[in-house]
């Protein structure tokens, strides 16, 4: 979404007074980098904590019109309504549990990636969280609304704050502003009452290493951004440490990687795609997924390490070791904490293999580059 | 040393300039990962780009400030790019050039000027 006037968060103007240097992101005026610079930030994350203005991005709740009362068929009732337009396997969602998945098109291109929560409480049965990408948001939440019409209501929470906490030194952090969330485990959630106000904490995160994102209310953010910052262990971190933490863990990026013409296969989400979804054949684009899952993809998402000259950005062109074109880097740029450059892109199957000498064209030149595993740098989560 | 509104500055010894960007300019790139520098011999223009600084978040084009013939690049800085963060007016030097129009040179901008220039930025 482009605007005229960028939208503000409720952190923008603690990120002037930290000396962020702002730059408009998906409509939004936010912090590419603070004055410790990207390099550091996203080392300093990976070693200690790193805390995130994440508010561009697109929480909502959505929540079925009439509920029975009865917490499993409340459940599969909202889960049937979201389940329509995504490949996760929503029904079977536990309390107080997330799942990645998919917004998809008929054609079984990627709308859109999300998470979608279940509740913990008993008495929010029929609820879901649903947490969107920001340049897509405003669609994803045309799509929920049309396919919610007359059985669940969509409600945007994106006028608060959702600040990602990352990091090895997250969990002390957290766990000394708030008592018990270190109960939490990877790809959980639950709500917390914080000086009589009402934080949903998450344990998750796209930097590949533990940590929290909280949906906090616009009047606490500034407090508890602060109280955050307070610790030692915290710095902040800007957009810029994000996309080169999001890259060294191997995530797509919706928008680079992920678009409407690409499948999860294609993208190498096959994980995304519940098996008992699949065997339904009841999600959109259901029929290509299916056929890519038998007979393979025409391309396939890997990870490549650059091994001489400048670091492959997207758009760069792959090419077999004699100089044919095999597709395009999607995402790529120097990684701080291996100290070389890797990329994403697509190729065809039979290049897809670990090990398979491919050559990267930046500027003209062609440089050595190879396929390696995703992710690049590994996860560290807190199962 | 010259400077240029491009934030390139150039320090001229005989006909041999020495050219590199300023320390505004490198810290606004943020850290730099990557110096594309180019081959020695080559002819350079005055507005044409002569080198790409990358930094982690994107790659930039640095142009010539005055044209001329590259007669050396800074091989150092392929081990240690860092160093064009570190000491940009010094030892983070990008290229020297043989300038065919001395002139060329002393019409840039002069430190007083370019650091008026910066105070409007």
Request: aromatic fraction near 6%.
């Amino acid at each position: 979404m482009s605007h005229d006037v960028p939208r503000t968060t409720p952190l923008t103007a603690a990120h002037r007074a930290l000396g962020g240097r702002m730059v408009v992101f998906a409509g939004y005026e936010m912090p590419v980098q603070y004055p410790m610079g990207i390099l550091k930030e996203h080392l300093w994350t990976r070693e200690h904590a790193g805390a995130f203005d994440v508010s561009h991005m697109g929480p909502a709740f959505l929540d079925l019109t009439s509920r029975s009362g009865d917490a499993e068929a409340d459940h599969g009732a909202v889960a049937a309504v979201i389940e329509r337009l995504v490949c996760g396997d929503i029904a079977g969602l536990k309390p107080g549990q997330l799942r990645y998945t998919l917004l998809l098109n008929e054609a079984g291109g990627i709308v859109d990636d999300l998470i979608v929560g279940r509740p913990a409480r008993a008495d929010e049965q029929g609820r879901l969280y649903i947490v969107v990408n920001s340049g897509t948001k405003d669609a994803d939440f045309a799509l929920l609304t049309k396919a919610s019409t007359g059985k669940a209501t969509l409600t945007r929470a994106d006028d608060g704050a959702l600040i990602a906490l990352q990091g090895p030194g997250a969990a002390d952090v957290m766990g000394g502003l708030i008592p018990g969330v270190d109960d939490l485990t990877f790809m959980s959630f639950k709500q917390v009452n914080l000086q009589g106000q009402i934080l949903l904490v998450s344990r998750s995160g796209y930097t590949g290493e533990d940590g929290f994102e909280i949906l906090v209310p616009a009047g606490m953010a500034v407090s508890f951004w602060e109280r955050l910052l307070a610790n030692e262990l915290t710095a902040p971190a800007g957009l810029g440490a994000r996309d080169s933490l999001r890259l060294e863990a191997g995530l797509p990026l919706y928008g680079h990687d992920l678009d409407e013409t690409v499948s999860p296969v294609e993208a190498d989400l096959g994980f995304a795609v519940s098996k008992r979804r699949r065997k339904a054949s009841d999600f959109p684009g259901a029929a290509r997924i299916g056929r890519e899952c038998a007979v393979g993809p025409s391309r396939l998402l890997v990870g490549l390490r650059v091994l001489e000259g400048a670091p492959a950005r997207e758009g760069a062109t792959i090419t077999n070791e004699t100089g044919e074109p095999l597709g395009n880097v999607t995402s790529g740029g120097f990684a701080p904490s291996l100290g070389a450059s890797i990329a994403m892109g697509f190729v065809p199957p039979s290049s897809a293999v670990v090990g398979a000498p491919v050559k990267v064209v930046v500027r003209g030149r062609a440089q050595m580059a190879e396929v390696v595993t995703r992710p690049f740098v590994p996860h560290r989560y807190h199962r | 040393m010259r400077f240029t509104k491009d934030h390139e500055w150039v320090e001229l010894d005989g006909d041999v300039a020495t050219i590199g960007i300023t320390g505004y300019a490198a810290d606004q790139l943020g850290d730099v990962v990557f110096v594309d520098l180019p081959a020695v011999g080559k002819d350079v223009r005055a507005g044409e780009a002569l080198a790409v600084v990358e930094s982690v978040k994107a790659a930039s084009d640095v142009f010539a400030p005055i044209s001329g013939a590259v007669t050396a690049a800074n091989g150092a800085l392929a081990d240690a790019p860092e160093t064009v963060n570190d000491e940009p007016e010094g030892a983070g030097w990008f290229v020297k050039i043989k300038v065919s129009d001395r002139g060329a040179v002393g019409a840039l901008m002069n430190r007083e000027s370019y650091e008026a220039f910066l105070a409007t930025l």
